[in-house]
Each structure stands twice: as C-alpha cells, then as structure tokens.
C-alpha cells in the first residue's frame, strides 16, 4: 500500500486501509474515525485479496455476520449538508473550495478528487 516506503505502515491490512482512510499520520485517530463502534449504523465494507474458487464466497458470510440491509454503493454520492460539512472539516476543506465543490458540474465526484488528493499526498506535507 506504500510504494514508496516498500512496506505497511501497519501490522495488518485491515489496519492499512483504515491509515489510508486518514487525512493525517496519526494511526489512533484512523482507527478512533474510521473503525466500526457499537454505535456504527452504516458501514462500508472492502474486501482486498485475490479470488480464490475453491474459497466459499466471502460476501454471503459477511451477509450473515452484519445486521442490516446491503445497499447500492451508488447512495454513497447523496450526501446531505450534515455528512458534507463532516468530510469537510474532516479532511481540511476550506470554505472557498468547498464552494468551488458546489459550484462544479459533478459535486460529489469533486469532492471525492479533494478527498484523495489530501490522502494521496498526505506523507509529502509533513513537517
């Protein structure tokens, strides 16, 4: 996951996925933001690994382990004010370009390019 660094930063995958999730280097503060809590309501699931055939499928018995209803990924764009406003201050949006994000043809895929582009360059801004 960092080609640059040659290796994880994490122990594990699952853990790495959740630091890249992250705007800062702060490992606690990831897992503190990002991990499911018992007070979790949604959640997204991400499966990172080769298929294999002779594996069961790994998506049925994640069905059974989670309480609640699958959902189309593509409700992940309507996001209201509230949730926008989180993934702003999350992510250090500031008020001009958020309003450049509102203002473009496609918002949500604007604010996604923001988002990846905090996480993507996060390591080259440190101090």
Known sequence: LHK????????DLATEVIYCLSPTRALNRALNTFSVKSTTKRLVVVLVRARDPDEPDLWAALETLIQGTP????????LDQARRETL????G???????YIMKSNNPHETLRESILTRMSVRDLCRA
């Open 71 to 78: 959902m189309d990924p593509d409700t992940l764009t309507q």
């Open 93 to 99: 949006i500031t008020s001009p370009e958020a309003d």
């Open 4 to 11: 640059h660094a040659q290796r994880m930063i994490t122990r």
């Open 88 to 91: 702003y201050a999350l992510y």
